[in-house]
């Protein structure tokens, strides 16, 4: 089905409107909350610390341990019952992955870092929002990171490439695919891919490549937030 | 051409391009990639020679050999203390680094350091594993009694001690509280009433949300004049 | 900050508290509505100093209890993330998550606040549930009080959603409230060194060792309470704090006004 106007007017390269702010959690080690559209994602991480049981250390590394949460009200619908579920526990999965090639936690072997996701608010995106609050609260929190991870979804829209599908674009009668990625922005390397829908290779491959142009305006964006949580104020 | 793209005492984020050429060599918290040397975390910039380093603005503590810190004793052994210095790892404390006294066999540990208690301690040695030793024999180290104690980021900690231990002698003179800082980021405070000790807090966290900012002892000392006037009154 | 027991005690003799707040006074409260508008029936944020705490509503359809086949229920629920807090765990709910949400439940349930006939859709068929969800975004002492403010906060923000027959569309938010007809405040006193105080930050909390939460109507009259921690309380105390736990209910009334 032809897809001329996107249901929100947004260009089809157009991103929706994007907040970020770090050092939103007192108590964690680092935080930060990325809201993208009306999607609203916070992140703390904790650690290094002891990791039991011993079986899951790792000898020359921390591990690295994502947990992805959608609040009970968060959702589009129907209340989500609270606790871990299938969905949540990939998406924890694949999250931790992304951050795998960006991350040296080498100096704190047999230890684990763990960094908590939650969804306030959900329109789409969310586990893009979550890396994308994820990385920040990471950087936030002082560890060695080759570089930051940006992520959006993009895909097809009837039969229009599109970045950043919002609920109703996924949810259109014409169908849609849906492809959250994660990208490193300097090397421009993917680190997470997804893809539900039905796609050819020619729309995949520009779906991707409009993806990356998207993320690189994430970068800028989760760039001043970090920059603003030490920017130096005028002494009077 | 070799050339630094960042100023000295600069806030950078992992990813930034710090110096170009090869005439530069990435230090802690940079790494190189082709002819670039690139920031691998949020801090800010120290070039010391040719050697670019990033030091850390957050983040635990990370145990190094020498370290003084202060510690929470958890647990013990037949043999051993084990004391929560704030980082990954448990550390411990040997009978025979812990005291000059000779201990009876089957004496109880708890006599000299029990479960709770907080110590000024030294790191005698860490390994790559996490293995921590702590030692309390060398001068001025002791279980602290009484006053409270306040957690910092310990990348700050030489901010809150200053050059010759200026910033600190600041703060005790205007608060006059006594005060030992932890290279952990444990800071200890024991003043003459709460209200001192509130002073001396209020002004270790101001070192602690500014440290990236220049002339913090003016700042700190004129936060310092104003309150210590207030509490006279 | 790390203070001990000894040290927070010795505060508190001296008839101060660590941060110089009265034995009587509250941080500064802030309370933000519609932090989920989009998600939820109805949201809000409390923060009572460091802590913050965010709610959200959402409305089922369901059946009626057996013997109150014309009303409609609630459901309190508090999730101790360990986002929030080095101290929380991960899995299921701990025993102070389960006392936060029975407690906050408890206030608005006998108070009678939400008018349970008005919840019913066919009688002895289909009631409207309400559930509230409670999670903190930073753990720093008083959840008690942040629980029981963001509820209300929640529940005051809250609509139904359209109702297509027997199912509910939650695109479409209707402009009917939640029927909430009574603000129960819920303000918990706390025994530190045997003298009474409100609000503790984290420390304070734990240098305590009994409390007592106190829930109020606007009409002065108490729906629900709960004792806890190891030590008992003198009948005199008990007294004390309820005129305590009163003054301060009204006091924190007035930041729905």
Sequence with gaps: MKYTKRIDGRKFDELRAMKAEVGVVKNAV???????????????????????????????????????????????????????????????????????????????????????????????GTRCAGICAASLA?????????????????????????????????????????????????TGEITLLQLDGEISKEDLKKAIEAGKEACKKIYEVQKAALRAKYAQEVVA | ???????????????????????????????????????????????????????????????????????????????SWFVDVGCAYEASLSMKEATADFIERGSSLSDYFGIGEIILTRISNVTKEGNIDLTMKAP?????????????????????????????????????????????????????????????????????????????????????????????K | MMVSRDYIESVIAKQMRIDGRKFDEYRKIEIEYGVSSKSAEGSARVKIGDT???????????????????????????????????????????????????????????????????????????????????????????????????????LRDAVFPKLDGDKIDYHVKTKTKVPLTKLPISCTVWKVNNELIVDPCLEEEMASNARLSVVYTEAGEICAMQKGGDSPLTSEEIAQILDLAEIKSQELRRHFK
């Design chain 1, 30 to 124: 680092g935080s930060a909350r990325f809201q993208i559209g009306k999607t609203v994602a916070i992140a703390a991480v904790y650690g290094p610390k002891d990791l039991f049981p011993k079986f899951l250390q790792k000898p020359q590394s921390a591990r690295l341990r994502c947990n992805y949460n959608m609040m009970a009200f968060s959702g589009s619908g129907e209340r989500v019952r609270p606790g871990a579920n299938r969905r949540s526990k990939e998406i924890s999965m694949v999250i931790e992955k992304a951050f795998e090639p960006v991350l040296d936690l080498s100096e704190f072997p047999k230890a684990v870092v763990d960094v908590y996701i939650e969804l306030i608010q959900t329109d789409a």
């Design chain 1, 138 to 186: 990471l950087a936030d929190a002082g560890f060695d990171m080759k570089d930051l991870v940006c992520a959006v979804s993009c895909g097809l829209v009837g039969d229009q490439v599109v970045v950043d599908l919002d609920k109703p674009e996924e949810d259109f009668e014409g169908g849609a695919v849906d492809i959250p990625i994660a990208m490193l922005p300097r």
């Design chain 2, 1 to 79: 051409m070799s050339k630094l793209v960042i100023e000295e005492r600069q806030v950078v984020i992992p990813g930034d391009t710090l110096a170009e050429g090869m005439d530069f060599l990435p230090g802690k918290g940079a790494f190189r990639e082709g002819d670039n040397i690139i920031s691998s975390r949020l801090g800010i910039t120290n070039v010391s020679g040719r050697i670019v380093n990033v030091n850390a603005l957050s983040g635990r503590y990370i145990p190094r050999r020498d370290d003084v810190v202060i510690g929470y004793v958890k647990d013990m052994s037949y043999s």
């Design chain 2, 140 to 232: 001025g180290l002791r279980k602290l009694h009484g006053g409270k104690i306040i957690e910092i980021t310990p990348s700050k900690i030489p901010r809150v001690v200053g050059k010759q231990g200026s910033m600190i002698s600041l703060i005790k003179d205007k608060t006059g509280c006594s005060i030992f800082a932890g290279q952990n980021g444990r800071i200890w405070i024991r003043g003459a009433n709460p209200e001192a000790e509130k002073l001396a807090t209020e002004a270790i966290q101001l070192i602690n949300d500014k440290a990236h900012t220049s002339g913090l002892t003016e700042r700190v000392g004129a936060f310092l004049e104003q309150h210590a006037l207030e509490m006279q």
């Design chain 3, 52 to 154: 913050e705490v965010v709610a959200g509503v959402k409305l089922e359809l369901g059946s009626p209890f057996s013997d109150k086949p014309g009303e409609g229920s609630i459901m309190v629920n508090v999730e101790l993330l360990p986002l929030s807090s080095p101290l929380f765990e991960s899995g299921p709910p701990s025993i102070d998550a389960i006392e936060l949400s029975r407690v906050t439940d408890r206030g608005i349930r006998e108070s009678k606040a939400i008018d349970f006939k008005k919840l019913c859709v066919r009688e002895g068929e289909k009631v409207w549930l309400i559930f509230i969800d409670i999670y903190p975004i930073n753990a720093g002492g008083n959840l008690f009080d942040a629980c029981g403010l963001v509820a209300l906060a929640a």
